[in-house]
């Protein structure tokens, strides 16, 4: 919960950070804070009783159908996440199935679309997520994995009906917690909590946390005073509380001085509440120059996260200097700690050995309701030019950090391991845990740089360098599975820098990516329309392996359908491709394939034929294996078509091949087909002694 302090109303120190920074002139607190809730105990309250009122929709007080809807509604700034947060975790216990969280914002301001908030709450209930799945396809896939369970969803950051209500389960024993600027409209029997300001004791105590007890003590009046200032707003009390920590001789009426003093500036016309814009503007101008143009570029940071590295490229200093300047801004307020699920607690060791965790760099969140006043002063202060160098600073420190961890992924002493070597230790990774675990907490920071890559359109090869890096690492350390749903939006994105730029080759793999994983997740009509696709950018460059490619995928989907006269056809021509070019083992294979459609088709002939034709080119290319399989299939097609006994003694020859071969479980299944055409020619002794044999090998050679 910490990445949301100041956006929500929740104060962050260290212990005593405050106490002891005092005898330092204006120095930060050394150590960054830890998340605090202040105050807000009428309006959970308030929440907790609305969960058990009787509905809009029920009858004699039963249930109504969908799950009880909770808004909490305020201005960017009023405490609206943290309170939602700190609810969640009251009522965490009385929610078995757990509590699930999303934004529908991103830090931009841009909505989150409702397939991928779908997605995201599925991955967290452990369901399977197709690829490329569809909206409704997604939302009605989360409702059913609901409809059984006992869970909270708290869904942050809503920008308005229209998000939430695809989401809402038609499960009376779910909850739906929605954080939202305004009403949602459209939404029946929403139970809407609007906030204000904090009471002025949670005010002050947020205060003390960040400047310690001694000057608020003496002078509780003034202290009173600031938090009517700041209008009782948590954030602005933060970012208060954290020139109070850093300028630890200054007293609060020096605070209030220094707040008055304030000319209006160019943030008053950022629509965010005045007593933020000026808390800001106090804590931003106390800054050294370097320090504030860090800041401001920190605005630039993928999904509003932050870490050593990202702030290093962006300004072009080093990861040590950044490291300890992103401290000190969580200190005075202005960015947010976050302490990654699973972390050891700070343990360096746990049960099964050092946690990778505590070799990464921390990550800090840049809060939602600052990240429009970070940008106003981006704008003011640093050339077009300037802000596109810093972000392609930052996009190739990506890239070379994502070529780091998907060497992890490789064998010691590998060729990619050694290139990775030459790198500064601080872009290396000390384990594969240690690479694994930065890939996972970095994520939606790493594919919103994929995104921000593509949406720039002028860095020229860097969009591509790291999206392919991105689906590497993610491929190195993950299943092909789980990655998928994040691959294939990561090779829309290719197809559409592709598309814009008239890069036939790049389109044409795209194309086929996107197809596989189609075919993959049932869509065969859509990936048959990808790999035509594919085919026609293909051989509009003579891309002959591309091209051979799509023709065999579009054999195999015609295939899966069962249409067998078309893929037939379409593995014909990407036999006759491989042919011409000489490539005698992938034209044995796809013998072999033309062999499988004719013999589903029921084409014994032409299945005899082309199993044939896969004999002589296994033979060529020496591939022992692939002709004794090729025999092995042979037999099968001479028995469907009456001929048991010459299939026998083709069986024989492919189990001689396989033994010389050394392949015992392709052996084991030769074995375990005599066996089967002995009992059909009613031989059962015989069929007795070779099934014995392909068992007995079979458990020699387990899979």
């Given at each position: 919960m910490a990445e949301q302090a100041v956006d929500t109303g929740r104060s962050v120190t260290a212990s005593g950070a405050g106490r002891r920074g005092a005898g330092r002139t204006g120095a930060p607190a050394a150590a960054p804070p830890a998340p605090f809730f202040a105050g807000r105990s009428r309006e959970l309250a308030a929440l907790r009783s609305d969960i058990e009122r009787a509905g809009l929709?029920?009858?004699?007080?039963?249930?109504?159908?969908?799950?009880?809807?909770?808004?909490?509604?305020?201005?960017?700034?009023?405490?609206r996440s943290a309170l939602a947060a700190e609810l969640a975790r009251q009522l965490a216990g009385d929610y078995p199935d757990g509590v699930l969280r999303c934004r529908l914002s991103t830090i931009d301001g841009r909505p989150v679309p409702t397939a991928s908030v779908a997605r995201d709450l599925l991955t967290q209930l452990g369901e399977r997520v197709p690829a490329g799945a569809e909206e409704d396809e997604l939302t009605e896939a989360l409702r059913g994995a609901l409809a059984d369970r006992r869970a909270l969803l708290l869904l942050d950051d809503a920008a308005g009906a229209e998000q939430v209500d695809p989401l809402l389960p038609d499960a009376p024993g779910c909850l739906v917690l929605g954080v939202s600027e305004g009403p949602l409209t459209g939404i029946t029997d929403v139970r809407p909590c609007t906030l204000g300001g904090l009471d002025t004791a949670a005010g002050v105590e947020i205060l003390t946390r960040y400047a310690g007890s001694v000057?608020?003590?003496?002078?509780?009046?003034?202290?009173?005073?600031?938090?009517?200032?700041?209008?009782?707003?948590?954030?602005?009390?933060?970012?208060?509380?954290?020139?109070?920590?850093?300028?630890?001789?200054?007293?609060?009426?020096?605070?209030?001085?220094?707040?008055?003093?304030?000319?209006?500036?160019?943030?008053?016309?950022?629509?965010?509440?005045?007593?933020?814009?000026?808390?800001?503007?106090?804590?931003?101008?106390?800054?050294?120059?370097?320090?504030?143009?860090?800041?401001?570029?920190?605005?630039?940071?993928?999904?509003?996260?932050?870490?050593?590295?990202?702030?290093?490229?962006?300004?072009?200093?080093?990861?040590?200097?950044?490291?300890?300047?992103?401290?000190?801004?969580?200190?005075?307020?202005?960015?947010?700690?976050?302490?990654?699920?699973?972390?050891?607690?700070?343990?360096?060791?746990?049960?099964?050995g050092p946690d990778p965790m505590a070799a990464l760099p921390p990550q800090y969140r840049v809060p939602g309701c600052?990240?429009?006043?970070?940008?106003?002063?981006?704008?003011?202060?640093?050339?077009?030019?300037?802000?596109?160098?810093?972000?392609?600073?930052?996009?190739?420190?990506?890239?070379?950090?994502?070529?780091?961890?998907?060497?992890?992924?490789?064998?010691?002493?590998?060729?990619?391991?050694?290139?990775?070597?030459?790198?500064?230790?601080?872009?290396?990774?000390?384990?594969?845990?240690?690479?694994?675990?930065?890939?996972?907490t970095r994520r939606p920071a790493l594919l919103d740089s994929a995104r921000i890559a593509v949406a720039d359109g002028e860095l020229d090869t860097l969009d591509r360098r790291l999206m392919a890096a991105l689906v590497r690492a993610l491929l190195a350390h993950e299943s092909a599975e789980?990655?998928?749903?994040?691959?294939?939006?990561?090779?829309?994105?290719?197809?559409?820098?592709?598309?814009?730029?008239?890069?036939?080759?790049?389109?044409?793999?795209?194309?086929?990516?996107?197809?596989?994983?189609?075919?993959?997740?049932?869509?065969?009509?859509?990936?048959?329309?990808?790999?035509?696709?594919?085919?026609?950018?293909?051989?509009?460059?003579?891309?002959?392996?591309?091209?051979?490619?799509?023709?065999?995928?579009?054999?195999?989907?015609?295939?899966?359908?069962?249409?067998?006269?078309?893929?037939?056809?379409?593995?014909?021509?990407?036999?006759?491709?491989?042919?011409?070019?000489?490539?005698?083992?992938?034209?044995?294979?796809?013998?072999?394939?033309?062999?499988?459609?004719?013999?589903?088709?029921?084409?014994?002939?032409?299945?005899?034929?082309?199993?044939?034709?896969?004999?002589?080119?296994?033979?060529?290319?020496?591939?022992?294996?692939?002709?004794?399989?090729?025999?092995?299939?042979?037999?099968?097609?001479?028995?469907?078509?009456?001929?048991?006994?010459?299939a026998l003694r083709t069986c024989f020859e492919a189990l001689e091949l396989a033994r010389k071969a050394a392949d015992g479980r392709l052996e084991a299944a030769l074995q375990l087909r005599i066996a089967d055409t002995f009992e059909r020619l009613g031989d059962p002794a015989a069929a007795r002694l070779h099934r014995g044999l392909g068992e007995g090998l079979l458990a020699d050679h387990p899979a």
């Open positions: 929709d029920t009858l004699s007080g039963r249930k109504g159908a969908r799950s009880r809807v909770l808004l909490i509604a305020g201005r960017p700034g009023s405490g000057r608020i003590t003496v002078d509780p009046r003034t202290a009173e005073q600031v938090v009517q200032d700041c209008g009782g707003q948590p954030a602005a009390l933060v970012l208060a509380g954290g020139w109070l920590a850093t300028h630890p001789k200054s007293s609060l009426s020096d605070l209030r001085r220094t707040l008055f003093l304030l000319p209006p500036g160019e943030e008053d016309a950022v629509p965010v509440p005045r007593s933020l814009s000026r808390a800001f503007r106090m804590a931003y101008e106390g800054l050294p120059a370097p320090a504030a143009r860090i800041l401001r570029l920190l605005s630039l940071a993928p999904a509003g996260l932050v870490d050593a590295h990202t702030a290093s490229a962006l300004a072009g200093c080093s990861v040590e200097a950044a490291e300890s300047t992103l401290r000190d801004f969580a200190v005075m307020g202005a960015l947010r700690p976050l302490v990654p699920e699973g972390a050891a607690g700070g343990e360096d060791t746990s049960a099964d600052l990240a429009p006043l970070l940008r106003a002063r981006l704008q003011a202060h640093e050339r077009p030019a300037e802000i596109q160098l810093s972000r392609a600073r930052m996009l190739e420190r990506t890239v070379r950090q994502l070529l780091s961890c998907r060497a992890m992924g490789e064998p010691a002493g590998s060729p990619a391991r050694e290139r990775t070597s030459g790198l500064p230790r601080s872009l290396r990774f000390g384990s594969v845990p240690e690479a694994a675990a930065w890939l996972r789980s990655a998928a749903p994040d691959l294939y939006g990561l090779h829309l994105l290719v197809l559409q820098v592709a598309e814009r730029r008239a890069l036939a080759r790049e389109k044409a793999a795209a194309l086929l990516n996107l197809g596989d994983l189609d075919a993959q997740s049932g869509r065969s009509e859509k990936a048959l329309s990808r790999y035509r696709g594919a085919l026609e950018s293909a051989r509009a460059v003579k891309d002959a392996v591309a091209t051979g490619r799509a023709l065999e995928s579009l054999g195999a989907t015609y295939a899966e359908l069962a249409d067998w006269q078309r893929a037939a056809d379409w593995y014909g021509r990407a036999l006759e491709l491989r042919l011409s070019r000489g490539h005698t083992a992938e034209a044995a294979r796809l013998h072999g394939r033309l062999g499988a459609v004719h013999t589903q088709a029921g084409r014994w002939a032409e299945a005899l034929r082309e199993w044939r034709a896969a004999h002589g080119a296994y033979r060529r290319a020496g591939d022992a294996v692939g002709l004794a399989r090729a025999m092995g299939e042979t037999a099968r097609v001479q028995e469907y078509a009456g001929r048991p006994e010459q």
